[in-house]
């Protein structure tokens, strides 16, 4: 469980929910890991700094970091971390069940999802516009073939879908490489 806070619940025994807080605090506390850093400059030679957003409208918009360029092009990043791997990546289909909100495969107008599960030492690099194109083609089976997940955030819960990861990997594939 992700930074989950143990609660009493009666005769229910105990649940654990998570914390917002601690979770953003674990988040923002390894964004400017040195790992993460690493792998930007090993995904993208060509980089000349990595800029943290602290500006709460880029976050709003799903963008966690900028990888800047020499003649001033440049990439956003969302950054998704998780403690353990399970051996699948999570999709937030809603970041607000209760409300309906859109989690952040749908609202996510950043270039690239970055899915960290630094202690099993993996980084995957997703572009957004391909794990989009993805699940418009395959979401609808998904959702009847896999795993839902919800994060109990206290007064609301987060709706996740548990892809494996090798399904995942070739769906994107396939959005590389389309027939004409």
Not at 126 to 146: D, S
Request: hydrophobic content about 35%; glycine content about 8%.
């Amino acid at each position: 469980m992700r930074g989950g806070d143990t609660v009493k619940n009666g005769k229910c025994g105990e649940i654990r929910l998570n914390n917002f807080h601690s979770d953003l605090q674990y988040s923002i506390d390894a964004r400017d890991d040195e790992q993460l850093d690493t792998f930007y400059r090993e995904a993208f030679p060509l980089a000349e700094r990595i800029e943290f957003c602290a500006e709460l409208a880029l976050q709003k918009r799903g963008i966690d970091k900028i990888v800047h360029f020499k003649g001033g092009n440049s990439v956003t990043v969302d950054e998704k971390k998780r403690r353990r791997d399970y051996g699948d990546i999570l999709l937030e289909l809603r970041s607000n069940k209760e409300r309906g909100t859109p989690g952040w495969l749908f609202y996510a107008q950043c270039d690239y999802i970055v899915y960290a599960i630094l202690s099993a030492g993996k980084v995957y690099l997703f572009p957004t516009l391909l794990l989009k194109m993805a699940w418009r083609q395959h979401g609808a089976a998904w959702v009847n073939q896999y795993e839902k997940k919800y994060a109990d955030n206290g007064l609301y819960r987060t709706e996740n879908i548990a892809i494996p990861t090798g399904v995942l990997l070739k769906a994107l594939s396939e959005q590389m490489v389309q027939a004409v």
